[in-house]
């Protein structure tokens, strides 16, 4: 099993910035993708920024050149630093890692996810 523990979030003006982390522990196998979904109120549930154990980068079009995703792979560890924040960011962000397995002739998926953050921006 693999638990992911979320830190940073909070209320901050609009313009301002704000930071999250995520510590993965457990049976962490690798290669593996560690990243930050948001849902917002009566939305679903979407990706905000990925990164795999090779440091490849995925970001939603929304927060292109806003947000930044790091990872330290020594110590299963992920950050979200976002800035230029918005009243449409506000959110629960949700640390995820992912991996997949060949156990004999079966791909498995594995998916796990933190308890959420709330990150609110007021106007």
């Known amino acids: 099993q693999v638990q992911l523990v979320e830190s940073g979030g909070g209320l901050v003006q609009a313009g301002g910035s704000l930071g999250l982390s995520c510590a993965a522990s457990?049976?962490?196998?690798?290669?593996?993708?560690m990243g930050w979904y948001r849902q917002g109120p009566g939305n679903q549930r979407e990706l905000v920024a990925a990164?795999?154990?090779?440091?490849?980068?995925t970001y939603a079009d929304s927060v292109k050149g806003r947000f930044t995703i790091s990872r330290d792979n020594a110590k299963n560890t992920v950050a979200l630093q976002m800035s230029s924040l918005k009243p449409e960011d506000t959110a629960v962000y949700y640390c995820?890692?992912?991996?997949?397995?060949?156990?004999?002739?079966?791909?498995?998926?594995?998916?796990?996810w933190g308890q959420g953050t709330q990150v609110t921006v007021s106007s």
């Open positions: 990164i795999t154990s090779g440091s490849s980068t």
């Open positions: 457990g049976s962490i196998k690798s290669p593996n993708t």
């Open positions: 995820n890692l992912k991996y997949t397995l060949l156990i004999g002739k079966d791909l498995r998926r594995y998916d796990y």
